[in-house]
């Protein structure tokens, strides 16, 4: 019996380590351990019911106002006791959060194996987004086995020296639970969407929180979501606002008194899948809408200057528009009424996966530990 342990703390982590970690459950060579460090404490448990997900370890390390070198240092001090005493064949951790990079290097420093899920993800500055893009190329360096989501994300690893035999193309493992969760139709959880009559009626989906959005970039994203909605009264723009008072601070003042704005709290999972699935497009600063809302059909504009996920604009289903007031009112407006420029972008084929990549993960981890052989890699 193969012991592998998940470490994960935020809700998109939970949501794409989710599958995999059912899918190792349900293979029964291995005992799945999971961790959590518990940042994104009410949403992370949430995600983790939703899918039937039992942490064995809780690493709770969240304190009001911290900063990173503090979840670093917590995340190290917490999770090395845990491998010591558990002696995990392998760490998981997903993406480029700064507690996975620290959970990586926790393992590192115990000499076990870390499995880096969607590996490869590259922006061309370090710097940006901030603290993500350093986090991923650090993970890089520790890791024993990457799993790319795409042959981009392989080609950057490969530029960057990493051994191709250690690299598999899985595809992005969030597509496999929004498909699950998104094409079953259920009423909405949350009382504010669910008193909202959002049905029969155009929607936009709004979400903002990225470090790098804070300030002046937020404001301008602000006002040009107060033009949209008094020029559109017929649309409805829903905006589930974070937690961080940061983003509530701009967000709420400058929105709450307008009629066809709804904001809500941060959404459960099955929630947000389910809005997704009924707006027309999708406006974000988020790494993982921008590869949920394409498996749905939704054009996604990027409140961004550059993405490490570049796929989904090179195919046509995703456009940077950074946080320039003038260019999101322009954008936002084109799609609400130009059809054809519209259906350009909801055809495009989602580059982000085709919702097995639970299962090449866990094929990918069988032919690591040399109980079976990888299944092809995904292609778009």
């Given at each position: 019996m193969v012991r592998v342990m998940p470490v994960y703390g935020t809700r998109p982590e939970a949501i794409k380590m989710a599958p995999i970690v059912k899918a190792l459950e349900a293979d029964g060579g291995y005992e799945v351990d999971v961790a959590v460090t518990g940042q994104h404490r009410e949403m992370l448990d949430q995600v983790n019911r939703t899918f039937g997900v039992v942490p064995a370890t809780d690493l709770d390390i969240f304190a009001h106002g911290q900063g990173l070198e503090a979840v670093t240092s917590r995340t190290l001090e917490r999770l090395t006791p845990v491998l010591q005493e558990r002696r995990p064949d392998a760490v998981i951790v997903q993406g480029d959060t700064t507690s996975a990079f620290a959970a990586g290097l926790a393992a590192f420093y115990q000499r076990v194996p870390v499995v880096h899920v969607e590996a490869g993800l590259r922006t061309p500055t370090i710097w940006s987004p901030f603290p993500e893009e350093g986090n991923r190329r650090l993970l890089t360096r520790i890791s024993s086995l990457h799993l790319a989501p795409t042959t981009g994300s392989k080609d950057n690893l490969l530029r960057e020296g990493v051994d191709p035999s250690t690299i598999a193309v899985t595809g992005n493992s969030v597509i496999d639970a929004f498909l699950a969760t998104a094409r079953e139709p259920r009423p909405f959880e949350d009382p504010v969407l669910a008193g909202a009559a959002l049905d029969g009626r155009t929607v936009v989906l709004v979400t903002s929180h990225r470090r790098e959005s804070w300030g002046d970039p937020m404001r301008r994203t602000a006002s040009a979501l107060v033009r949209l909605a008094t020029d559109e009264p017929d649309v409805v723009f829903v905006l589930p606002l974070h937690a961080n008072p940061l983003v509530r601070e701009i967000f709420r003042p400058a929105l709450e008194d307008l009629p066809n704005v709804v904001l809500t709290e941060p959404l459960g999972y099955t929630d947000f899948a389910?809005?997704?699935?009924?707006?027309?497009?999708?406006?974000?600063?988020?790494?993982?809408?921008?590869?949920?809302?394409?498996?749905?059909?939704?054009?996604?504009?990027?409140?961004?200057?550059?993405?490490?996920?570049?796929?989904?604009?090179?195919?046509?289903?995703?456009?940077?528009?950074?946080?320039?007031?003038?260019?999101?009112?322009?954008?936002?407006?084109?799609?609400?009424?130009?059809?054809?420029?519209?259906?350009?972008?909801?055809?495009?084929v989602n580059p982000y996966g085709d919702g097995h990549a639970a299962q090449r993960s866990v094929a990918a981890l069988d032919a690591f530990f040399g109980r079976g052989a990888r299944l092809p890699d995904f292609e778009a």
């Open positions: 389910q809005l997704t699935a009924r707006s027309r497009l999708v406006v974000t600063d988020s790494g993982g809408v921008q590869e949920e809302a394409p498996s749905l059909g939704k054009p996604v504009l990027v409140l961004r200057e550059d993405t490490e996920r570049p796929e989904a604009v090179t195919a046509g289903t995703a456009l940077l528009v950074g946080t320039d007031e003038e260019r999101i009112v322009s954008e936002v407006t084109r799609l609400l009424h130009d059809d054809a420029y519209f259906a350009t972008m909801a055809n495009a």
